[in-house]
């Protein structure tokens, strides 16, 4: 059974930086197209970055301040954020998925696992 674990959220300041942690047992992160989603109160779950192959992808929300990487002996995958912005307040999720295709990449139906989230919080 695949299971994906996240950790590093937290409370910081606007402008900080947080590394958030995913770590995957069950399966091997080199198969999956492995995700990062987020989800603000009230509001749809949105895509953040993805591996999909040797390529990463990011919404615009995330676009140079944002990192995404995985560490296969680890068996894990990180997201770098930095300059974080209030609006980046959210529970993100790490998803993981068979042959997406690129459109399908912010779909969250196409995602086979997921995990159960760590709070981020951007505040003053």
């Known amino acids: 059974q695949v299971q994906l674990v996240e950790s590093g959220g937290g409370w910081v300041h606007p402008g900080e930086s947080l590394r958030l942690s995913c770590v995957v047992s069950g399966g091997t992160v080199g198969t999956y197209v492995m995700a990062w989603f987020r989800q603000a109160p009230g509001k749809e779950r949105e895509f953040v970055a993805c591996?999909?192959?040797?390529?990463?992808h990011y919404a615009d929300s995330g676009k140079g301040r944002f990192r995404i990487s995985r560490d296969n002996a680890k068996n894990a995958v990180y997201l770098q954020m930095n300059s974080l912005k209030s609006e980046d307040t959210a529970v993100y999720f790490c998803?993981?998925?068979?042959?997406?295709?690129?459109?399908?990449?912010?779909?969250?139906?196409?995602?086979?696992?997921w995990g159960q989230g760590t709070q981020v919080t951007v505040s003053s």
């Open positions: 591996f999909r192959g040797g390529n990463t």
């Open positions: 998803a993981a998925g068979y042959n997406l295709r690129q459109p399908e990449l912010r779909d969250t139906g196409r995602y086979n696992y």
